[in-house]
T-cell receptor, first 112, second 113 residues
Framework: QKEVEQDPGPLSVPEGAIVSLNCTYS??????FMWYRQYSRKGPELLMYTYSSGNKEDGRFTAQVDKSSKYISLFIRDSQPSDSATYLC????????????FGQGTILTVHP | EADIYQTPRYLVIGTGKKITLECSQT?????MYWYQQDPGMELHLIHYSYGVNSTEKGDLSSESTVSRIRTEHFPLTLESARPSHTSQYLC????????????FGPGTRLTVT
């Protein structure tokens, strides 16, 4: 069993839709929860991170963590064509070297 | 935008050749990482470094080797490339502590024929 499982998608939505991206994890020692966005032919870039259960909002993006269920989500409101990318959840474990465990990514396409 | 650079961006090379993928960062980060990413698959950590003269193997076994002689430079070498090494290689760096954010380079797409 993988430590982090991500809904694989791909997702194709119309502009303006609300998008929900989801990951589950198995290790309760995981402490920090991140979402990275990766455009085609680019490296991933950090979109949001949180370390506690609950919601964290940044503009059109909301990261949600439920530690009791070991479930994390990213919501995108009013999705735009520029949001088209691969979204990767990444979780930081309890090691000293800052190991990130990544989900396999969800390809999102927002069409006008 | 993160100041982390990778060269070459694309490399097509024949089996048996020695290759070095370059990675440099100008942020003064102590920690650096190499990941391997295949299409539709998660990133797998293959090497990491805490600082100068520190290198460790990651979770995914790799025939590549790395060195860290300078803080800003973390090259990856394959002594004899094989078709199974065809993949995307991503370099990243992070500060010690802080938010644990890793900054990624644009990647090198390697094809071994």
């Amino acid at each position: 069993q993988k430590e982090v499982e991500q809904d694989p998608g791909p997702l194709s939505v119309p502009e303006g839709a609300i998008v929900s991206l989801n990951c589950t994890y198995s290790n309760s020692a995981f402490q920090y929860f991140m979402w990275y966005r990766q455009y085609s032919r680019k490296g991933p870039e950090l979109l949001m991170y949180t370390y506690s259960s609950g919601n964290k909002e940044d503009g059109r993006f909301t990261a949600q963590v439920d530690k009791s269920s070991k479930y994390i989500s990213l919501f995108i409101r009013d999705s735009q064509p520029s949001d088209s990318a691969t979204y990767l959840c990444a979780i930081l474990g309890g090691t000293s070297y800052g190991k990130l465990t990544f989900g396999q990514g969800t390809i999102l396409t927002v069409h006008p | 935008e993160a100041d982390i650079y990778q060269t070459p961006r694309y490399l097509v090379i024949g089996t048996g050749k020695k290759i070095t993928l370059e990675c440099s960062q100008t942020m003064g980060h102590d920690k650096m990482y190499w990941y391997q990413q295949d299409p539709g698959m998660e990133l797998h950590l293959i090497h990491y470094s805490y600082g100068v003269n520190s290198t460790e193997k990651g979770d995914l076994s790799s025939e590549s080797t790395v060195s860290r002689i300078r803080t800003e430079h973390f090259p990856l070498t394959l002594e004899s490339a094989r078709p199974s090494h065809t993949s995307q290689y991503l370099c990243a760096s992070s500060e010690y502590g802080g938010t644990y954010e890793q900054y990624f380079g644009p990647g090198t797409r390697l094809t071994v024929t």
